[in-house]
């Protein structure tokens, strides 16, 4: 079983930047790939970026392409979300999740380990 902790979320003015961490602990994979999803309230839960083992192919919606960028660091188990030029649109809970593969997949079925999520609130 794996354990994900999310940190990093806040209140941040539109335009200002976050950048979100994910720590994996217990029985831990380098070889599946991670992502992370959001849920705005109200609405489904949506991908947002991922990210190959080794970090050589990344993935993003195009709602956050070139404004985030996703990263991961496997000799600290950890996986990262930099936000940059966010938006009120951004706000939600961002989950990071591990996939059941070692290739990035936009749904979230193929992900089998999540986090409790951390909350990101974008003012205006």
């Known amino acids: 079983q794996v354990q994900l902790v999310e940190s990093g979320g806040g209140l941040v003015q539109a335009g200002g930047s976050l950048r979100l961490s994910c720590e994996a602990s217990?029985?831990?994979?380098?070889?599946?790939?991670m992502g992370w999803f959001r849920q705005a309230p109200g609405k489904e839960l949506e991908f947002v970026a991922g990210i190959t083992w080794d970090g050589g192919d990344t993935l993003y919606a195009d709602s956050v392409k070139g404004r985030f960028i996703i990263s991961r660091d496997n000799a600290k188990n950890a996986m990262y979300l930099q936000m940059s030029s966010l938006k009120p649109e951004d706000t939600a809970v961002y989950y990071c999740a591990v996939s059941t593969r070692a290739t990035v997949y936009y749904r979230a079925t193929y992900y089998g380990s999540w986090g409790q999520g951390t909350q990101v609130t974008v003012s205006s």
């Open positions: 217990g029985r831990t994979s380098t070889s599946h790939a």
